[in-house]
């Protein structure tokens, strides 16, 4: 019984911190940190951006919601989200994660992204299985609605092309 009030006590006083921790982003006008996936693969220069804070990614680093996910010249990464979605991403490429929500339990969610230049290529998981309505990807030229694809986007601003490739859907 002891040990229980003790593991109580514990969780109470980390719920509390969460808390603060919360009330204090919401302050400071941060939007809070929740991990929506994982680098899978990261080779070259790859960067993850939230809140005017940059950091370097490497395979196995937590991906975070409300993050701008920025390659260089010879940067590449696969991001996996939790509801097995699979966007690889290519080199000198700039893509946000505008939102991401998913319920494991009922496998239902969104996914909004917006890519702003570069190539990706996009595997759609659960969330797009489920409701493909609830998946987009923004361009600069438009948006794309995901209907449970796999798909390629090369994405030049300063030529001002677009070319997609459609590889299963």
Do not use: W
């Not at 000198?92 to 702003?116: A, H, W």
């Not at 987009?136 to 997609?164: C, E, N, W, Y």
Request: glycine share 8%; net charge positive.
């Amino acid at each position: 019984a002891l040990a229980d009030q003790m593991r109580a006590r514990r969780q109470l006083r980390r719920h509390e911190t969460a808390k603060r921790k919360s009330r204090r982003d919401r302050r400071a006008n941060k939007k809070p940190t929740v991990d929506i996936g994982a680098a899978a693969a990261v080779a070259g220069d790859v960067r993850m951006c939230r809140n005017g804070e940059c950091v370097e990614l490497s395979s196995g680093k937590s991906i975070f919601a409300n993050a701008t996910i920025r390659t260089g010249k010879t940067g590449r990464i696969q991001i996996l989200f939790t509801d097995e979605t699979v966007v690889s991403v290519g080199p000198d490429t700039e893509i946000v994660l505008d939102e991401y929500v998913y319920d494991p339990f009922t496998k239902s969610g969104t996914l909004d992204t917006r890519v702003n230049k570069g190539t990706f290529r996009l595997v759609s998981g659960k969330v797009a299985r489920n409701r493909p309505s609830a998946m987009k990807v923004k361009l600069p030229t438009g948006a794309i609605g995901i209907r449970g694809t796999d798909f390629v986007v090369r994405l030049s601003p300063a030529k001002r092309t677009l070319v997609i490739d459609l590889l299963d859907g």
